[in-house]
């Protein structure tokens, strides 16, 4: 009888004078998204990260909006890195590696991904206009800095091109679904190898 797959899914809370954030994550989902965060945009976005890199996500956050998005933005991406650090465990066969090229219009976005234990975001973004509605854009490199911390993750993100400021968004949205797929997927050759020369990650 083989044994059960291992459960790749966890809960994260935090809670600060600021926001109070909890994100469950479940690496072996179907992609469905579940968000309350006050900020529309940011959950479109996520939506995108559920829908295309095949992971359940819930997001509840509570923050400082009177204020403006930026906490809660970024502590999103501080809690989901921490979610995804958990549900990865001790990330023996794994993928590690993961990339994505994705077109919306006339945008294209590309980002890679090394499940890496090192936090390293680079990100060429140059959105052509600063608001998304009301949504500022300089948040979302927020978004992915917190997140990248916290997963300890090597992060490359890069838009090619476009024209439309929300296209460009969703395009590195998509693009990070599919590439962190990639990465967490099991790869059945390794079995329980861990993915390092080091013996560790």
């Known amino acids: 009888m083989s044994a059960s797959p291992p459960d790749r899914s966890a809960q994260i809370e935090r809670n600060t ?3 109070r954030v909890r994100v469950s994550v479940n690496l072996d989902g179907t992609g469905k998204g579940s968000f309350r965060t006050g900020v529309p945009f940011l959950e479109h976005m996520l939506d995108q990260v559920a829908r295309h890199g095949m992971l359940d996500i819930e997001v509840v956050a509570e923050g400082d909006l009177h204020i403006d998005a930026h906490h809660t933005v970024e502590d999103v991406g501080i ?37 890496s234990g090192r936090p390293m975001l680079t990100y ?23 997140l990248t911390n916290h997963a300890a993750l090597t ?47």
């Open 17 to 19: 004078l600021e926001t």
């Open 79 to 115: 809690t989901f890195g921490q979610a995804l650090a958990a549900a990865l465990g001790d990330k023996r066969g794994i993928r590690r590696y993961g990339h994505a090229y994705v077109p919306l219009d006339e945008a294209l976005s590309r980002v890679v991904v090394d499940i």
């Open 124 to 146: 060429q973004v140059d959105y052509t206009r600063a608001m998304i509605g009301g949504f500022d854009v300089d948040l979302l490199r927020e978004f992915f800095q917190g």
């Open 155 to 201: 992060l490359h993100i890069d838009n090619l091109r476009g024209i439309n400021a929300h296209h460009q968004a969703e395009t590195v949205f998509k693009a990070f679904g599919r590439a962190l797929r990639m990465a967490v997927e099991p790869d059945s050759r390794a079995g329980a190898i861990l993915p390092s020369t080091k013996g560790a990650l």
